[in-house]
Antibody, heavy 126, light 111 residues
Framework: QVQLVDSGGGVVQPGKSLRLSCEAS????????LHWVRQAPGKGLEWVAF????????YYADSVKGRFTISRDDSKSTLYLQISSLRDEDSAVYYC???????????????????WGQGTPVTVSS | QSVVTQPPSVSGAPGQWVSISCIGS?????????VHWYQHLPGTAPKLLIY???VRPSGVPDRFSGSKSGASASLAITGLQAEDEADYYC???????????FGGGTKLTVL
C-alpha cells in the first residue's frame, strides 16, 4: 500500500535552515508528482510547493518563494524540502502528499492529493 | 487569507444535513479546475473525501456528496454522525497565482 513518511522537523532558530524528508513506498516513486502542504498552529492548510514526476517543473507559493527548495531523489524514493531563512510564520506541520492522476477535463493541474504523510512539525523559535 | 472562501464553522445535530460552501473566482474554480474536498481530524493526515467536484473515493460513505456551479462548489453531508466532526477543506488550482489553493477550512461541529 502507498505510504509516505515525513521526517526532519524540529525546533529551529529564526534565520536558520532545515531539510524535511518524505520517504515513499508502495508505488513507483518516479511516476508521480508530489507536493508539500503545511498547517500553521490554529490555521488552515496551505499549499507550499510542487515537483513534477521527473523533477523538471517546480512551483512554489509566494510566501516561500526564494527561501524553500523542493527536490526529489528517485533512487531513494524520497522527496525533500529545503527550508532556509526560517521565519516565525514558517512554524507549522509539514505534510508531503502525492497526486492521483485521473482523467479529468481540468487537466493535470486538477489532480487530487490522494495520499498524505503523517506530517512533521517545524517550530521556529529563538 | 485564501482566494477560496469557506465559512469558518457549521454545525448540525446528529442525523441532520449540513452544507459547506466553497466560493472561488474566474482564476480558479470558475476557470474549470476541479474542486476536491478533504476531511482533516486533529493530529492526523488529511483524507481525500471528494475529488473532481462530485466523485467519492472508494470507502467514503455516500452521506458525503459534492457539487459545483460556476465559480463555487459545495460539500453536503447528510445523516450527520458524531465521527463527522472535523475540519473540511476545499482545494483547487489558481492560474493567476500559478499554484494550488485551499479554502480557509470549515470546522464542523456535531451538536
Amino acid at each position: 500500500q502507498v505510504q509516505l513518511v515525513d521526517s526532519g522537523g524540529g525546533v529551529v532558530q529564526p534565520g536558520k535552515s532545515l531539510r524535511l524528508s518524505c520517504e515513499a513506498s508502495g508505488f513507483i516513486f518516479s511516476d508521480y508528482a508530489l507536493h508539500w502542504v503545511r498547517q500553521a498552529p490554529g490555521k488552515g492548510l496551505e499549499w507550499v510547493a510542487f515537483i513534477s514526476y521527473d523533477g523538471t517543473n517546480k512551483y512554489y507559493a509566494d510566501s516561500v518563494k526564494g527561501r524553500f527548495t523542493i527536490s526529489r531523489d528517485d533512487s531513494k524514493s524520497t522527496l525533500y524540502l529545503q527550508i532556509s531563512s526560517l521565519r516565525d510564520e514558517d512554524s507549522a506541520v509539514y505534510y508531503c502528499t502525492r497526486e492521483v492522476p485521473l482523467p479529468t477535463p481540468g487537466g493535470d493541474k486538477s489532480y487530487p492529493l490522494g495520499y498524505w504523510g503523517q506530517g512533521t512539525p517545524v517550530t521556529v523559535s529563538s | 487569507q485564501s482566494v477560496v472562501t469557506q465559512p469558518p464553522s457549521v454545525s448540525g445535530a446528529p442525523g441532520q444535513w449540513v452544507s459547506i460552501s466553497c466560493i472561488g473566482s474566474r482564476s480558479n474554480i470558475g476557470a474549470g479546475y476541479d474542486v476536491h474536498w478533504y476531511q482533516h481530524l486533529p493530529g492526523t493526515a488529511p483524507k481525500l473525501l471528494i475529488y473532481a467536484d462530485t466523485v467519492r473515493p472508494s470507502g467514503v460513505p455516500d452521506r458525503f456528496s459534492g457539487s459545483k456551479s460556476g465559480a463555487s462548489a459545495s460539500l453536503a453531508i447528510t445523516g450527520l454522525q458524531a465521527e463527522d466532526e472535523a475540519d473540511y477543506y476545499c482545494q483547487s488550482y489558481d492560474n493567476s497565482l500559478s499554484g494550488w489553493v485551499f479554502g480557509g477550512g470549515t470546522k464542523l461541529t456535531v451538536l
